[in-house]
């Protein structure tokens, strides 16, 4: 299986900030890089797809870049809305894979 | 616009055969562009892909469960369904299903994903 690492694990950061996430595949994927927002007691939703696209109606504030084994996701301004835990998945495989996620909390 | 609805027992004793419907609304499972997933979540913990189905019925299992998961489609239904045999206490998880927008053999993103169901394996 192709392991995925995210990085931090964990973020405190304050409304206005910017913030990236990183993800690592433990071989290269291409772009097949998928990221996900999840709120408590919520399911997961997509917001970008093929490490860059960004999802029909998700804030033009989320990016993502990347290619190979090294990915991450940038939010340029913090909204109050965009705290929450954020997973990365590759679709490299046909075993697919998520990183543990980073959980964005408050400042 | 689609939705996947879960449904089945929110109980099942160890070594118990876990059962799950996915109900696909508002467009056709029979789409020869996606594929149909299952993902599960520990209480407090991270996303685990189960597995995958096409309408044809070609699957891909994750390695860690392929031995004790089955997963079948019901295009006349417009359900897929997910078995997990002699389940153990860490199995409780919340499972979700998902539709897998795919280039090909199943390989793609999860969207839109159902509204999930806690599963706990307890006696």
């Known amino acids: 299986d192709i392991q995925m690492t995210q990085s931090p694990s964990s973020l405190s950061a304050s409304v206005g900030d910017r913030v990236t996430i990183t993800c690592r595949a433990s071989q290269s994927i291409s772009s097949y890089l998928n990221w996900y927002q999840q709120k408590p007691g919520k399911a997961p939703k997509l917001l970008i797809y093929a490490a860059s696209s960004l999802q029909s109606g998700v804030p033009s504030r989320f990016s993502g870049s990347g290619s190979g084994t090294d990915f991450t996701l940038t939010i340029s301004s913090l909204q109050p809305e965009d705290f929450a835990t954020y997973y990365c998945?590759?679709?490299?495989?046909?075993?697919?894979?998520f990183g543990q996620g980073t959980r964005l909390e408050i400042k | 616009q689609l939705q996947l609805q879960e449904s089945g027992p929110g109980l099942v004793k160890p070594s118990e055969t876990l059962s799950l419907t996915c109900t696909v609304s508002g467009g056709s499972i029979s789409s020869s562009s996606y594929y149909w997933g299952w993902i599960r979540q520990p209480p407090g913990k991270g996303l685990e892909w189960i597995g995958s189905i096409y309408y044809s019925g070609s699957t891909y299992y994750n390695p860690s469960l392929k031995s004790r998961v089955t997963i079948s489609v019901d295009t006349s239904k417009n359900q897929f369904s997910l078995k997990l045999s002699s389940v153990t206490a860490a199995d409780t998880a919340v499972y979700y299903c998902?539709?897998?927008?795919?280039?090909?053999?199943?390989?793609?993103?999860?969207?839109?994903w159902g509204q999930g169901t806690l599963v706990t394996v307890s006696s």
């Open positions: 998902a539709r897998i927008i795919t280039m090909v053999r199943g390989q793609g993103w999860f969207d839109p």
């Open positions: 998945q590759q679709s490299y495989s046909t075993s697919l894979t």
